[in-house]
């Protein structure tokens, strides 16, 4: 079974900083990988998805991720933060061959950003 | 603009009484999920339909809980009897199951608090 780990459980950052976040997934086959941001009070949005093709994903709001694959990866980056991007982020995993659609969440990182 | 509708937004009840809620997924996705976030767990998956047919409800607790999907308009999952530990954020997702896909999009949540 697939697993996700983001290691930094709340970041703190001034505005324009740049931003990463972790994550790891454990899983041996092909895989699909997200982001999502949850706005405080709000539902889950995708931010960005990987399925194939080149590693350096773009996604809304100026994020990007990159598939390290020797790594079991799938970092989240932006270069200057707005206020308005904080939320809490979550990376999820859903295992391509596995025959079903189930996504594999990690436990979110709460992001921050400081006017 | 497709969204997953979810109803009630917000429910409040006493210790025993059943509960249900409702998601109407987005018209044309065959897969529905539901998950439960809670501040200790996070986001869990609770049951998940393929084509109205449950696939997987093993992180659903079996006494209390339990999914179905009426029509292919219609998702419940009911809590009865309902107890204090089940107060948590309830999401219904939908997707179309699509070779590759696997994206998720999420309803607004209905945030429940059993007393």
């Known amino acids: 079974a697939q697993s996700v780990s983001q290691h930094n459980h709340h970041v703190i950052l001034s505005e324009a900083a740049s931003l990463e976040l972790g994550c790891n997934y454990s899983?041996?086959?092909?895989?699909?990988l997200f982001w999502y941001v949850q706005y405080p009070g709000q539902h889950l949005q995708l931010l960005l998805k990987y399925f194939s093709g080149d590693p350096l994903v773009k996604g809304i709001k100026g994020f990007e991720a990159e598939f390290i694959k020797s790594k079991f990866s799938f970092n989240l980056r932006k270069p200057s933060v707005q206020w308005s991007d904080t939320a809490e982020y979550f990376c999820a995993v859903n295992a391509f061959n596995s025959g079903n659609e189930k996504l594999t969440f990690g436990t979110g990182t709460r992001l921050t950003i400081i006017p | 603009d497709a969204r997953v509708t979810q109803t009630p937004r917000d429910k409040v009840t006493e210790m025993g009484q059943e509960v249900t809620m409702r998601c109407q997924p987005i018209l044309g996705h065959n897969t529905v999920f539901w998950y439960r976030q809670t501040m200790m767990q996070g986001l869990e998956l609770l049951a998940y339909?393929?084509?109205?047919?449950?696939?997987?409800d093993s992180g659903m607790p079996k006494d209390r809980f339990s999914a179905e999907m009426p029509d292919a308009t219609l998702a419940t999952l009911k809590i009865q009897p309902s107890e204090p530990r089940d107060s948590a954020v309830y999401f219904c997702a939908s997707g179309h199951g699509l070779a590759g896909s696997r994206e998720q999009f999420f309803g607004p949540g209905t945030r429940l608090t059993v007393l």
């Open positions: 339909f393929r084509n109205r047919a449950p696939l997987d």
């Open positions: 899983y041996g086959g092909t895989v699909n």
